[in-house]
């Protein structure tokens, strides 16, 4: 199985900054594509942003020049730095991973694709 634990949400002001992290574990052979997605109230969960094992990024355009994600291969962990957070931003954020499961033997078994419990971003004055 693998895990994914998030933190870092809570409450903002308008203009303000947030980061949130993101790290999995469990029994995981490699993680390729993770990313972040947020599902304000009332609406369906969207992309904000993807980042690939070499590091190429994919944003929603309403986060462009914003909001940037990275990630830490080494610790398994993606992460989530927010600027310049208005009211619309506010949201559940959950983190997504995909990647392969490791066999007993130590290899690649068959894919996962995983997802964070969620955690609140709330941007108000």
């Known amino acids: 199985q693998v895990q994914l634990v998030e933190s870092g949400g809570g409450l903002v002001q308008p203009g303000g900054s947030l980061r949130l992290s993101c790290a999995a574990s469990?029994?995981?052979?490699?993680?390729?594509?993770m990313g972040w997605y947020r599902q304000p109230p009332g609406e369906e969960r969207d992309l904000v942003a993807t980042?690939?094992?070499?590091?190429?990024?994919n944003y929603a355009d309403s986060v462009k020049g914003r909001f940037t994600i990275s990630r830490d291969n080494a610790k398994l962990s993606v992460f989530l730095q927010m600027s310049s957070l208005k009211a619309e931003d506010t949201a559940v954020y959950y983190c997504?991973?995909?990647?392969?499961?490791?066999?007993?033997?130590?290899?690649?078994?068959?894919?996962?694709?995983?997802w964070g419990q969620g955690t609140l971003v709330t941007v108000s004055s």
């Open positions: 980042i690939t094992t070499g590091g190429n990024t």
């Open positions: 469990g029994n995981i052979f490699s993680i390729n594509t």
């Open positions: 997504n991973v995909l990647g392969y499961y490791r066999d007993y033997r130590g290899l690649p078994s068959r894919s996962f694709e995983v």
